[in-house]
Each structure stands twice: as C-alpha cells, then as structure tokens.
C-alpha cells in the first residue's frame, strides 16, 4: 500500500528499532512519504544534495537525499519545507532511515543574513535568550520544551493515578496567600469591576483548601504570580506551580511521601520518554549531573530539623552573609550549604519557627521555641523547591492567629471551612521550573520557562 503519510512525526521515523525500520511491513508502509519540516543544514555535493529537517518532534533530523536539480536559492537553513519521497533504507551507520526526495518545495523563505540562529552552531543559552520568538527553534530549547511537555503529562498522570481530583483554581483572587505582599494588582484603573481588590494568585492553597473538605485528594497545576523585584537566577514573575493537598492526614510524613512520590514518578517518566532529549543537557549544560539524578531516585531523601539545619549552619567552618540565628529565615546561602552539608541530595528541613510562617501553618504548640509543621524541600544548585505544611485545622487555633494579624473579616469564609466538618489536612507546592532547573542542571530559571516574566522584562 502506498500511502503518503504527511502526519508521521520525525521522533517515529528517526527513533524506530533497526528491527522495524528494516522489515518489508515497515517499507510497505512507509515508502512514500511528504514530510514537512524546517532546513536543519544544507550540503550541496557535485551529484548529491543532503538536507536535514526538523519536525520539533525529536531532536534528531531527517536527512534528505536529493539530486541536485532539486536545489533552489531559497533551500537554506532555517526555511520551511516540503519534501515527498521515499523512505529507505539508509547506508549510513549512524541513521535507520533517509528520504530519497522526488521534490522539494519551499513553503517559507528564511532570511539566513539577518536570522540570529545559525547552522551547526551550538548557541550559548544566555545568547538565544534575547530571541523569545525565535529560540524554540534551537535545539536547546527544543529538548526543554520537549521535556517540560512530557513532565507536564507525568505530573498530571501521577496524582491521577493517586485519586487525585484535578481542580482548575482561580488565576483571580481577592487573597494574598502567603501574606507576603508580593501581589500584582488587576484592573487598579477599574477599580469597581469586583468591587473588591483583585489580585493575580500568588498560590492555589487556599482554594485547594476548600475543595479538600469534599474530595479528599486534589491537586492544581497552573500559573502563579508574584510581584518579587528579584533579577536572581531562580525567580520569576510567572511561573507555574504544582500544587496538592491531602484531608485526613496528621502526619507531615504523609505531605512529605507525596513530594517524594511525585519528583521520583515524574522523574522518571522523563528520564524514559526523553532520553535523547535530556542527555543533551546533562552533555552540554551540566555534565556534572550525568548520572546523579539515577542515583538520587534510589535513595530515600534526607530530613532534618529547622533547629538542626541552624545548628549545622552555626558551626559551619565557613562565615555567611547573613548570620545563621534560630528565629531567622534560610537564606540562600544557608540552602546551598545544607545541601552540600548532607552530601549534594535533597534534603527536606521541617518544624520551622511560628513567626516566621503564614497564618495556615499547623502550631506545634512547643516551646520555648515555638513551631509550626512546615517542610521545605532543598534540592542542589537551586535551594528551595518545595514547600508545604499541615494546615491550621483547628477553629480556636486560626481564629486567634487571624484576630492577632487583623484578618478576621477578610478570611470568613476560611474559617468557616474550620466550622463545617473539619479535618486535619496538608499540602504543598513545587515550582516547576525550579523543578526542571534542578533535573537538567540549567543555571538560569529563564531557560526552562517558554516566555519568561521578570522585574524589568515583558518582552512579547
Ligand atoms: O513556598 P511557596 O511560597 O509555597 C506556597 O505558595 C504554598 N502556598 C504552596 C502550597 O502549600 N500549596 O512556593 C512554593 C514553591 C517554592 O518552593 C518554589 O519552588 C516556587 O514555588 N516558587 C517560585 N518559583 C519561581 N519563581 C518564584 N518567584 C517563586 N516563588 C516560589
């Protein structure tokens, strides 16, 4: 049967088993094909001319094997085409499969003089950062976007998998969850549109909260914002969290599990869907990291105690910016030191001080240095990369803490979720470009993110 298969993605031709590509099945199948795609390079031989295309969905090429009549000024690097052929057999060692072109049309010209990619160039990450609309088309970017799809579906499978029920919290909200103050306001020219102060969310808790006094297990995976006038290398301005939270649990060991869980699941997923994709990282970004992340997935993580994390910072051999003291908050320093400290693994911090937390932290009710049932999650080269606590499910508990903060009128309805049947429950979030800086071993948090939002930066 001849059939001209147009839709078959480069990542089926070009990653089929030797096996299959070689069978009769396969060559009937398949030999005459158009396939679409963007010039990767171009080698024009006395009797042959080779193209490569790329599809975007693989990181490999197709080549292209034509006679040189086909050639065409506007054949270049970066152009648009179509090609029909047949599909073989190919002699070379180091590709099953090469299409013998019958024609060759160009859909799309490329200007090559003025486009900033160019051939067989590998483009530092700092450079294709300044062309938002064009760097997808590195192949860089292309294996991030790939993987960060292929995490997007494991996260989702993995909670789903867990009885999770999925719930699409609000991106507008009259909340400030974390109390912060990091809040873009919405519409402070129409001020009445809601009648009350809108803000973009900063967190989906609050609302996961509510929907854990019906469902049991829920999650979010959506973005979130935050107006944090930070130029560092692991934040943004919007950036996309995943979310869980669980009724019926005591145990900050339970929220701790599920973190676990998800990052090994999810981890893994990637590291089979994607191994071409992922191995270019870990060869070119971060050689260092070859390796680490198979050893780290078979290992429980590490916990210590915001009272121990001090203690190790304390007697440290080294001197920090900010002087380690039981009260304060972890600064970034202290991050990377811990994890170095439990020897580069993730490490989880729990129990931290009362004052330092938001109001919905569980009290431990210790003393004298009070606590609430908080866990960070540190991980190596980018510190914090979850966090997560048991909720203040207890009427008296909140009712005092929101009185003393003024907030009484505001959250109402939260207060009531503590009158209505009441559970002890918990939860956590993971940012998940933090998450895909620390599998790929990327510096800047503005390389894992599609269009990245900063202080200063809005570009497109
Ligand atoms: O620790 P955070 O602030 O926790 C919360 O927002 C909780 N309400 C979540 C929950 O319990 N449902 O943020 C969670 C994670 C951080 O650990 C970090 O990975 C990421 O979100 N994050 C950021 N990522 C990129 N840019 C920023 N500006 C970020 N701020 C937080």
New binding site residues.
């Given amino acids: 049967s001849k059939k001209c298969l147009e839709r078959i993605s480069l990542i089926r031709i070009c990653t089929l088993p030797k096996h299959i590509t070689s069978s009769e099945h396969f060559v009937a199948l398949y030999s005459q094909l158009r396939k679409d795609g963007w010039v990767r390079s171009v080698r024009s031989q006395k009797e042959v001319l080779f193209l490569h295309i790329n599809d975007g969905s693989s990181l490999e090429s197709l080549q292209v094997v034509a006679d040189p009549s086909l050639e065409k000024r506007d054949l270049t690097f970066g152009s648009a085409v179509e090609v029909q052929g047949k599909l073989v057999k190919s002699p070379h060692r180091m590709q099953n499969m090469e299409l013998q072109a019958e024609t060759i049309r160009v859909v799309g010209p490329c200007d090559i003089w003025s486009f900033p990619l160019k051939m067989k160039e590998r483009h530092p990450l700092e450079y294709v950062r300044q062309f938002p609309h064009l760097r997808c088309r590195s192949n860089t970017l292309g294996a991030l976007l790939r993987i960060r799809s292929e995490a997007t579906a494991g996260i989702h499978s993995f909670f789903q998998d867990n009885g999770y029920v999925h719930i699409h919290t609000p991106i507008i909200t009259s909340n400030d969850?974390?109390g912060a103050g990091e809040l873009f306001q919405i519409g402070v020219k129409k001020t009445h549109f809601f009648s009350v102060p809108a803000f973009l969310t900063?967190?989906g808790?609050l609302h996961?909260e509510v929907m854990a006094g019906a469902f049991t297990h829920v999650f979010t995976f959506g973005p979130t914002f935050?107006a944090?006038n930070s130029q560092s290398r692991?934040?943004?301005a919007e950036?996309y969290?995943v979310?869980a939270e669980l009724s019926f649990t005591e145990s900050l060991q339970d929220i701790m599990q599920v973190m676990e869980d998800l990052f090994k699941t999810v981890t893994s997923t990637v590291l089979s869907k994607c191994p071409h994709d992922v191995e270019l990282f870990h060869k070119y970004i971060a050689p260092a990291q070859k390796g680490r992340l198979e050893q780290i997935l078979k290992h429980k993580f590490m916990i210590i105690s915001y009272s121990e994390a001090v203690e190790i910072l304390k007697q440290a051999p080294q001197t920090f910016t900010f002087k380690p003291e039981w009260g304060c908050d972890l600064q970034t320093e202290h991050e990377k030191y811990l994890v170095k400290h439990c020897g580069e693994v993730p490490v989880f911090v729990v129990n931290y001080p009362y004052d330092l937390k938001p109001f919905y932290m569980r009290d431990n009710e210790d003393g004298p240095q009070h606590t609430v049932a908080a866990v960070?999650l540190l991980v190596p080269g980018v510190g914090?990369?979850?966090?997560?606590?048991l909720r203040e499910e207890r009427l008296p508990f909140l009712k005092s803490r929101l009185q003393r903060l003024g907030l009484t009128d505001a959250y109402q309805w939260y207060l009531d979720l503590r009158k209505f049947g009441s559970v002890p429950h918990g939860?956590?979030?993971?940012?998940f470009?933090?998450y895909l800086q620390y599998i790929l071993g990327v510096d800047n948090?503005k390389d894992v993110i599609p269009f990245p939002r900063f202080s200063h930066s809005c570009l497109l």
């Fill in positions: 969850c974390e900063v967190s808790q996961l935050r944090e692991r934040h943004l950036f969290m979310e960070d914090e990369l979850c966090g997560g606590s939860g956590f979030g993971m940012g470009e933090r948090i």
